[in-house]
């Protein structure tokens, strides 16, 4: 059976930098066809025509599909499958799909929707990436503009007015499998380490919180989680009950400078052959544990097999398998990826232990 096509949902309130996110990954795909499903409210064409300007080659222009009546939980069975169902009809079948939602949208009754029959044996959600202010959210605000988020809300009869934001807020953090802090270069060291040590307080065991400027996460880093997130969804249940959605994001940061990686780093680290593939994965583990790591994958060379090992690890989460014959030199080669900062030496020598 042909494998399931990745999902990766991006929530975030106005102006958190959601379109910014999604145009610097299009920019930046290596060669993965990239769809695109863009949760509009009302006729704000904005998000659509920011993203049909880039990335040509990986994301084509009917690649980008827009939702235009308002919050994909109240139209998941008219829109939304409808226009996954045309997506996936397509001869030329994209390699990952990215759904930016509204951003007063709850992310949960949108990954429940990847349970739909037609849907479930096609598609995973890969992972849900909440976007968060972080300028805005260390002042207590969660959003740029409260009032343009509130003048969004009152657009859209079906809201709930009356929801605090940081209920909304709140929502958004227990769906997430990674909090994107983004705006970062607006904030202190101390500010945005107090942040992200505080997001990850109120996120779930295993969540990733990463630190941006300009949206700028390698894809690496961004796409490929292989969460699953339709089937753990009373682990990321809505904490407050409430009916909502709405925004198109722009955001209120300046376009015209161009932000690089600098606030991640990668590196190889080579081994010769390990002697007990179970043993070394449970090292790998503790390695992660020990230094933060984000992603680490590569190629195992195991004593005995002439097989190589595939390795990938996200977070705490590890998965090996036996792909091909090895080519040339046995040895065994990962790639690390992590914030700025990795004691490259001591995971090194941890790993080589």
């Not at 990986?58 to 226009?83: K, Q, R, W, Y």
């Not at 195991?302 to 097989?307: D, F, L, N, Q, S």
Request: proline letters at 3%.
């Amino acid at each position: 059976m042909a494998a399931k096509i990745p999902a990766t949902v991006v929530t975030g309130f106005l102006g958190a930098g959601k379109t910014t996110l999604i145009r610097h990954m299009l920019q930046n795909a290596n060669g993965k066809r990239i769809a695109l499903i863009i949760n509009e409210f009302g006729d704000l064409g904005v998000d659509g025509d920011i993203l049909k300007g880039c990335g040509e080659e990986t994301c084509t222009e009917e690649d980008v599909m827009e939702l235009s009546n308002g919050c994909i939980c109240c139209t998941v069975a008219d829109d939304f499958i409808p226009t996954m169902e045309k997506l996936l009809e397509r001869e030329n079948k994209p390699d990952h799909i990215v759904i930016e939602t509204s951003g007063l949208a709850l992310p949960q009754p949108l990954v429940r929707a990847f349970n739909w029959p037609g849907i479930s044996t096609k598609v995973t959600v890969d992972g849900v990436v909440t976007v968060v202010d972080g300028k805005a959210v260390t002042e207590g605000r969660f959003a740029h503009s409260v009032e343009a988020v509130d003048a969004q809300r009152k657009l859209d009869e079906n809201l709930d007015h009356e929801t605090p934001l940081s209920e909304l807020f709140e929502d958004q953090i227990a769906c997430a499998d990674m909090i994107v802090v983004n705006k970062t270069d607006l904030l202190s060291a101390d500010e945005a380490e107090a942040l992200t040590a505080k997001l990850k307080g109120e996120s779930r065991d295993g969540v990733q919180v990463v630190k941006a400027t300009m949206g700028a996460l390698p894809v690496d880093v961004l796409l490929g989680q292989g969460i699953g997130a339709e089937n753990d969804l009373d682990a990321r249940h809505e904490v407050h009950h409430h009916h909502h959605h709405d925004d198109d994001d722009h955001d209120d940061h300046d376009h015209e400078h161009e932000h690089g990686h600098d606030e991640f780093e990668s590196f190889v680290v080579t081994l010769g052959e390990v002697a007990d593939a179970k043993a070394f994965s449970a090292k790998v583990v503790d390695v992660i544990k020990a230094h933060d790591i984000l992603r680490l994958k590569g190629f195992v060379a195991v004593e005995g097999k002439p097989m190589r090992q595939t390795l990938q690890a996200v977070g705490p989460r590890i998965e090996t398998y036996f792909d091909q014959p090895f080519s040339g030199e046995r040895s065994t080669r990962l790639v690390v990826i992590g914030e700025a900062g990795l004691d490259q030496a001591a995971i090194t020598a941890a790993l080589s232990a």
